[in-house]
C-alpha cells in the first residue's frame, strides 16, 4: 500500500491516480487530518506493508527503518513530489513493497540515499531511467 503524507499536495495524489499508481493519503483515506508526527509511525505499524511518502525531512532517520513499513522522504519540491513517486517505483531495487520494506529512503534530484535495517553506514544510489 502507497501512503501519501498530508503534505503532499492534492494536485500531486491526483497525478499519481492518473498513472494508475494506487495510493492513499493521510486525511482522505486514511487516518485523519492533522495527524502529528508522532502518529503516524504508530498507525503505519495498523496498516499491511505500507510505504509512506512524505516531504518532511524529519522522518529521515536511521532509527526509523522497520521490518513492517518502509518510509520514502522526498527532499524534492511540492509540485515535483508526483514525479519523484513515479520515479522511484520504477527503480529495479525498490519497484516492489517487498523490495522496499525495513528502509528508509531519501529522494533527491541528484538519486536517492538509503538507510536499511541493521546497516552501518547509508548507501547512495544513482537514478536508473
Not at 547512495?124 to 531511467?129: A, K, L
Request: overall charge positive; hydrophobic content about 40%.
Amino acid at each position: 500500500m502507497n501512503v501519501l503524507d498530508e503534505n503532499i499536495l492534492e494536485s500531486q495524489r491526483l497525478s499519481l491516480l492518473g498513472w494508475r499508481i494506487p495510493v492513499r493519503q493521510i486525511g482522505h483515506e486514511l487516518g485523519w487530518k492533522g495527524m502529528c508526527d508522532g502518529e503516524i509511525i504508530p498507525f503505519l505499524l495498523t496498516l499491511r506493508r505500507p510505504t509512506f511518502f512524505t516531504r518532511d525531512l524529519d522522518f529521515w532517520s536511521r532509527q526509523l527503518c522497520h521490518a513492517r513499513y518502509s518510509l520514502v522522504i522526498l527532499a524534492v519540491g511540492q509540485y515535483e513530489a508526483a514525479h519523484f513517486i513515479r520515479r522511484m517505483l520504477r527503480q529495479p531495487g525498490f519497484n516492489s513493497q517487498s523490495k522496499r520494506m525495513g528502509q528508509v529512503i531519501r529522494v533527491m534530484h541528484r538519486g536517492f540515499v538509503v538507510w536499511q535495517r541493521h546497516a552501518k553506514h547509508e548507501v547512495r544510489h544513482d537514478w536508473r531511467d
